[in-house]
């Protein structure tokens, strides 16, 4: 599905609203040795939760690139960390620098998805890492809270999601070698609709109003009774930019 959504308009939603992927972090900071002589780019990093996350972990010297001026807008200003406007698909980066490219919930908004993996392996240095956090079919049919107080989100969302075994094809394209998955995942509980009531999740815009207002309607009927549980997955795509 094409999605019609401004993310200049909605970066105050996400700025209150999203926050890093923990799990993802840790897989980061636990597979690649990142220290403060590492350059980490992020690309789709929107309101910088995770680079200025991995820059305050490891003192590593992160850059953040994103179309959208108004999401950096919200981004901390962090020693060691930069923000520029950039398209992934043409990254306006020097090649054969960076120690880590990563991106997290953003593959499925790019235009060119194979252009951004030949982009990555350019600007990554000899023997660099590449980790693309999505999700799976598997997964999205699966959300909870979304799959299942707003079915409509998971047609809306196989529509958008790159499959896995697409993505591993496109980096081998690109040059990448050692591709392997991880899969994280952690159960949480859901206590504010707030969030939700405000789409701070992109493929409920992408859902008429009438479900939306109905699945938010259940929501908040069971909220009312107790707290909701919610499964939080991702699979993580591992890729490694040859020594020679």
Known sequence: MKEHIDYDRIAPTYASHRRPVLLALRELEQRVALRDQSKVLEVGCGTGAHISSLVNAT?????????????LHYSASLPGLELCVGSAEKLPLREDFFDLVFSVDVIH???????YFSEAFRVLRQGGTLCTVTDSEEII???RPLAVYWPGTVQAD???????????????????????????????????????????????????????LDGLWRLEQDLRRSVVQGLMRYVCIWGKKPLS
Do not use: W
Not at 182 to 210: G, H, M, N, V, W
């Open 59 to 71: 003192h590593c010297s992160g850059l953040g690139v994103d179309p959208s001026p108004k999401m």
């Open 141 to 143: 049919r699966n959300r």
């Open 109 to 115: 908004h790019l235009k060119d998805s194979q252009a």
């Open 158 to 212: 196989l529509g958008r999601y790159p499959p896995i075994p697409l993505l591993r094809k496109q980096m081998m394209s690109a040059g990448f070698v050692d591709i392997e998955e991880s899969l994280i995942e952690t159960p949480y509980e859901i206590a504010d609709s707030t969030p939700y009531k405000e789409k701070a999740f992109s493929c409920l815009r992408l859902i008429s109003q009438e479900e939306f």
